[in-house]
């Protein structure tokens, strides 16, 4: 019988910029396809109504506005009837909510296949932002019925509203990455999450719009909240009203700044979230 010693294997994730883990992405897609089901059926697991809380939720929040904001408060709506109005720029606005939430949770709820078997960690927080566009696609039924409502058809620009989304889920990955890191660390980023979400939905144009802004220049800077880019691009390519114009291009940047540095952020701690979490 050998007394030599067994051979030891060491798995560690890759480091610095190559790669930034986009191959290992790609060979783990079933992995990721499955953590994405996980995470779909795990919220409505023995839930009465299912999938009808993607539905009463933006109806509850723009019945809401539609009174407080529209009927009480006169806000303009660019000459779109308020309820519409409210609802173009709730979807977005929860599409972007919930996946921030659902990605900054990720890795504690995955502790136990954290401490157990070697993946790209990233796999985990993508599926939860990817997770939560089911429920904006149920919710997006109701928009179109209260566009028939209204007698609203979208024009042209509705070929944009990809974009627009994409600037949404890019934003809630890159702040959802930052916030997945540390929330392993630190225990109190799920305090700050609602206070965090709360502030940044009053900072958005949702109940009001970004043309009340008076000048191009203050628009620009007000473009800097990525979410404002993409809640007034998606409400523009949907039910009309101006177009975003100059919130765009800031809008864009800040949310590829944000996600370049959330990855970076991200693999940085990668090899100690198994040890910490």
Same mark, same amino acid.
């Given at each position: 019988?050998?007394?030599?010693?067994?051979?030891? $294997?060491?798995?560690?994730? %890759? &480091?610095?910029?190559? /790669? *930034? =883990?986009?191959?290992?992405?790609?060979?783990?897609?079933? +992995?990721?396809?499955?953590?994405?089901?996980?995470?779909?059926?795990?919220?409505?697991?023995?839930?009465?109504?299912?999938?009808?809380?993607?539905?009463?939720?933006?109806?509850?929040?723009?019945?809401?506005?539609?009174?407080?904001?529209?009927?009480?408060?006169?806000?303009?709506?660019?000459?779109?009837?308020?309820?519409?109005?409210?609802?173009?720029?709730?979807?977005?606005?929860?599409?972007?909510?919930?996946?921030?939430?659902?990605?900054?949770?990720?890795?504690?709820?995955?502790?136990?296949?954290? $401490?157990?078997?070697?993946? %790209? &960690?990233?796999?985990? /927080? *993508? =599926?939860?932002?990817?997770?939560?566009?089911?429920?904006? +696609?149920?919710?997006?039924?109701?928009?179109?019925?209260?566009?028939?409502?209204?007698?609203?058809?979208?024009?042209?620009?509705?070929?944009?509203?990809?974009?627009?989304?994409?600037?949404?889920?890019?934003?809630?990955?890159?702040?959802?990455?930052?916030?997945?890191?540390?929330?392993?660390?630190?225990?109190?980023?799920?305090?700050?999450?609602?206070?965090?979400?709360?502030?940044?939905?009053?900072?958005?144009?949702?109940?009001?719009?970004?043309?009340?802004?008076?000048?191009?220049?203050?628009?620009?800077?007000?473009?800097?909240? %990525?979410?404002?880019?993409?809640?007034?691009?998606?409400?523009?390519?949907?039910?009309?009203?101006?177009?975003?114009?100059?919130?765009?291009?800031?809008?864009?940047?800040?949310?590829?700044?944000?996600?370049?540095?959330?990855?970076?952020?991200?693999?940085?701690?990668?090899?100690?979230?198994?040890?910490?979490?």
């Amino acid at each position: 019988m050998s007394d030599a010693p067994l051979p030891v $294997t060491r798995i560690e994730p %890759p &480091r610095g910029w190559n /790669p *930034l =883990a986009l191959g290992e992405l790609v060979e783990y897609r079933e +992995l990721a396809a499955f953590f994405v089901w996980r995470d779909i059926k795990v919220r409505y697991k023995q839930t009465a109504l299912g999938v009808t809380w993607a539905l009463l939720q933006p109806i509850a929040t723009m019945v809401v506005f539609s009174v407080v904001f529209g009927r009480l408060a006169h806000v303009p709506s660019d000459g779109v009837p308020y309820p519409l109005f409210a609802l173009a720029g709730l979807l977005p606005w929860q599409l972007f909510s919930s996946a921030l939430t659902a990605s900054a949770g990720s890795l504690v709820s995955s502790a136990g296949l954290l $401490t157990k078997v070697y993946f %790209p &960690r990233l796999v985990v /927080p *993508l =599926a939860a932002v990817m997770a939560t566009f089911v429920d904006f +696609l149920v919710s997006l039924a109701v928009l179109a019925g209260l566009m028939a409502y209204y007698h609203a058809a979208p024009g042209a620009a509705v070929v944009t509203l990809p974009l627009f989304l994409a600037l949404a889920l890019t934003t809630a990955l890159g702040v959802g990455l930052w916030f997945a890191a540390l929330n392993v660390r630190y225990r109190d980023v799920q305090y700050v999450m609602p206070f965090l979400v709360q502030v940044w939905l009053f900072a958005s144009p949702v109940a009001y719009s970004a043309s009340m802004i008076p000048s191009a220049r203050w628009r620009a800077i007000y473009g800097l909240n %990525p979410m404002a880019g993409a809640i007034q691009g998606f409400r523009w390519a949907l039910v009309g009203g101006p177009a975003p114009g100059a919130i765009v291009w800031p809008s864009v940047a800040v949310a590829v700044a944000l996600l370049v540095s959330g990855v970076v952020f991200f693999k940085r701690f990668e090899d100690s979230f198994a040890d910490v979490v």
